[in-house]
T-cell receptor, first 110, second 114 residues
Framework: GQQLNQSPQSMFIQEGEDVSMNCTSS?????WLWYKQEPGEGPVLLIA?????ELTSNGRLTAQFGITRKDSFLNISASIPSDVGIYFC??????????FGTGTRLKVLA | SQTIHQWPATLVQPVGSPLSLECTVE??????LYWYRQAAGRGLQLLFY??????ISSEVPQNLSASRPQDRQFILSSKKLLLSDSGFYLC?????????????FGPGTRLTVL
């Protein structure tokens, strides 16, 4: 079945550094969603992408819908300690289902 | 605005005991509802989804079941819990507000089976 692979699996960065992570699919997507999950909470939607090549920002976060429609990228600029969490990509799998990536665990060192 | 509730927030149950987790959505009608499970340090596994009252689709064969007795209520159940059922259970919905709002999650229920 469809799989979403996220890279890297985890990152340890210094406060102030920029962060890049990506998500690849074994098949074409028409929607990409990026979520952040903090410990003990449900994931929260950060950015939604609906068109190949689309570049969308939410504060210091920028996400891109890959031209091939099989990948997406999330960048965080000037990271701060509250950026800590697990970042998931997600996309529709069939008419009603959504599948999630394996997650990128981010830790920011002050 | 739309909100999604889950309860209980945490639960500790012995092996072999029954389970009932509840999810309700406010501020929308006819949402698609979902149950996901997240094992410790792992990703999100889709368990069930429902596109309407009484309609349940199962993604993973296991000792869990789901029901949707009302439009905005989704219940996850088990007759006999296993140790492997421990995890963080998340309810999610998507409705007419999508795609603008994407796919929204509840606060989750942390289940520990001993």
């Amino acid at each position: 079945g469809q799989q979403l692979n996220q890279s890297p699996q985890s990152m340890f960065i210094q406060e102030g550094e920029d962060v890049s992570m990506n998500c690849t699919s074994s098949s074409i997507f028409n929607t990409w969603l990026w979520y952040k999950q903090e410990p003990g909470e449900g994931p929260v939607l950060l950015i939604a992408l609906y068109k190949a090549g689309e570049l969308t920002s939410n504060g210091r976060l920028t996400a891109q819908f890959g031209i091939t429609r099989k990948d997406s990228f999330l960048n965080i600029s000037a990271s701060i300690p509250s950026d800590v969490g697990i970042y998931f990509c997600a996309g529709p799998s069939g008419t009603y289902k959504y599948i999630f990536g394996t997650g990128t665990r981010l830790k920011v060192l002050a | 605005s739309q909100t999604i509730h889950q309860w209980p927030a945490t639960l500790v149950q012995p092996v072999g005991s029954p389970l009932s987790l509840e999810c309700t959505v406010e501020g929308t009608s006819n949402p698609n509802l979902y149950w996901y499970r997240q094992a410790a340090g792992r990703g999100l596994q889709l368990l069930f989804y429902s596109v309407g009252i009484g309609q349940i689709s199962s993604e993973v064969p296991q000792n869990l079941s789901a029901s949707r007795p009302q439009d905005r209520q989704f219940i996850l159940s088990s007759k006999k819990l296993l140790l492997s059922d421990s995890g963080f259970y998340l309810c999610a919905w998507i409705g007419l507000a999508a795609p603008t709002n994407g796919f929204a999650f509840g606060p989750g229920t942390r289940l520990t089976v001993l």
